[in-house]
């Protein structure tokens, strides 16, 4: 459980002179739709490895989480909400897909990492 943790700290000690905030996020959300869809294309060589990406996954969403609700967080109130809401959905689907696994049940949290990546990136 720690591990999390640990490797997304070491990910912002290595960024920290060379990417901003908003990259060490997108680049961390993909990092982790990126070992969900290597789950969805090889389900039956790499289902084992669920429980660690969603782990992962879900831990780097309680981190996102964490820096929106800081008080010095400068993003309109509005937009915090929609983030707050984003992560209730991915913590909910996440518990749903662990109680029945299953490569169809990873896409949306992949889409949505990839699309807040994207958004986060500017495109």
Do not use: C
């Amino acid at each position: 459980m720690q591990s999390g943790f640990n490797a997304y700290a070491a990910a912002a000690r290595s960024a920290q002179n060379t990417a901003s905030p908003r990259e060490l996020e997108a680049s961390l959300l993909l990092k982790a739709g990126v070992r969900l869809q290597a789950i969805i294309d090889d389900w039956a060589g790499r289902s084992r490895e669920l429980d660690d990406a969603l782990t992962y996954n879900r831990k780097l969403w309680t981190l996102l989480v964490s820096a929106v609700i800081a008080e010095d967080n400068p993003l309109p109130v509005d937009i915090k909400r929609n983030i707050l809401s984003l992560a209730n959905f991915i913590f909910n689907h996440t518990f749903r897909v662990a109680a029945n696994p299953g490569p169809a049940g990873l896409t949306v949290l992949v889409d949505i990492n990839r699309d807040i990546a994207a958004g986060l990136r500017g495109r």
